[in-house]
């Protein structure tokens, strides 16, 4: 069993950065495969990125180039880097994890995660 636990969200002005950190508990955090999803206002839940067990990240193109993910293994934590922020990126954003098949295997989609956290809301203002 895993629990997750989000920080970090707030609002932000557009143009600006916020860092989302996720705690993990657990002794084998870093075989884990984690991701970051998020869901806005009225919209379904949609994947944001994605960091392998192996440390490999996937990111959707919506936020390719501003959002980093990365993770310390040493600290059971995954960071996902948010700059450039738009309006659009007003979300709950929500930490997964799931144990993967193999160390390089890709999960983007929601029913591929086993865990989740409670979500922490990022408000990006115009």
């Known amino acids: 069993q895993v629990q997750l636990v989000e920080s970090g969200g707030g609002l932000v002005q557009a143009g600006g950065s916020l860092r989302l950190s996720c705690a993990a508990s657990?002794?084998?955090?870093?075989?884990?495969?984690m991701g970051w999803f998020r869901q806005g206002p009225g919209k379904e839940r949609e994947f944001v990125s994605t960091?392998?067990?192996?440390?490999?990240?996937y990111y959707a193109d919506s936020v390719k180039g501003r959002f980093t993910i990365s993770r310390d293994n040493a600290k059971n934590t995954v960071s996902l880097q948010m700059s450039s922020l738009k309006p659009e990126d007003t979300a709950v954003y929500y930490c997964s994890a799931r144990v993967p098949l193999t160390r390089g295997t890709l999960y983007l989609r929601e029913s591929e995660y086993d865990y989740w956290g409670q979500g922490t809301q990022v408000t990006v203002s115009s």
């Open positions: 657990g002794r084998t955090f870093s075989s884990y495969a």
């Open positions: 960091i392998t067990s192996g440390g490999a990240p």
